[in-house]
C-alpha cells in the first residue's frame, strides 16, 4: 500500500463528503492554486488498501498547474461507508458505477487517475461510459491480474479475515514486516503516522478487502476494450514494480497507443515515491490536448 507522509489534508483542501446517487463518499477536494489559471478537474482514484490520503503529496504541485484534484475513497474504503460483510456490493461494475455518480456530482468532465486496484476500477467506469472522461491514467496498474507472488499476499490476507478481526489482523501484519516496511517513521510523526495507517487498515470493511482483493487475483486482459475507445491514455509507473512487472506495463501502453512514463526511483506508489516527478509527468499529459485519441490501426 502507499504510505503519504502525512494524513492532513494539503493547504487549501477540504476535506468532505461527497453527495451522490449512489451514496455519500469522503473525499479531499484541493483547489486551483491562488492566481493559476484553472485547467481543468482529476478524479484520483486508490488502490488496494490504500485512501485518498495516498495522494496528498500530488496535490499541490497539480493545483500550481492549474488543476483541481478530488481524491476519493471508495464504496467501504477508509471513510467512506460500505456494507461489512455483503462482497456483491463490492463487484467491480458496482464500484465502476459508483465513479460515475461522483463524476456526476462533481459536475464536469474529469481526467481520470487510478493507482493499482484504482486503475482496473477506473477502466471499468471508462468501459460502462467514457462520456464524461478527459483522460485516464493507470498509475501502476496493469492489464490483468497482478504477480504470482502478489496473488499469494491477498490469499493469506482472505484467509486470515475469515478468521480474525481486522485489528487482529493489522497485529499480525505488524508482526510479520520489518519495521520500515509496516509503517514505523514511513510518516511525518513517527508513532503518530503508524497510528494513522493503523486507523486507517481498521476503517476498511472486510468484505470490500476481500471481493477487491479476488479481482484482482482475477482480473482478465481488457486492453483490447480499452484500446478501442476514443480517448487519451497514460501507463505511468515507478521503475520496478513486484505487482506488474514494467515490461508488461510497457506492453500495456503499447497497445493502447498511450503516453508511456518511467519515474525514476519509484516503486509501486510514484505518488508517494517521488510525488514531484509524478504530479510533472500528470500535469504534462493533461496539458498536452493535442495528443491523438482513439483506437490504434493495430494492435
Known sequence: MSRPPTFVPPPGARAYRLRTARGEFAVVDAPVAAGVEPRGVALLVPGFTGSKEDFNPLQVPLGERGYRTVAVDGRGQFESDGHEHDESVYAQEELARDLLAQVEALGTEVHLLGHSLGGQISRAAVLTDHSSFRSLTLMASG????????QQRVKLLRDALAVMTMAEVWETIQAMELPEEAGTGALDGGLDGREDLRRRWLGNKPAQLIATGRQLCAEPDRVAELAAVPLRFHVLSGAADDTWPVPLLDEMAVRLRACRTVIEGALHSPNT???????RALADFWDDGDHPAGPPDSL
Open 143 to 150: 492489464p490483468a491480474q497482478i504477480s504470482v507472488g502478489q
Open 273 to 279: 515515491d517521488q510525488p514531484s516527478a509524478t504530479a
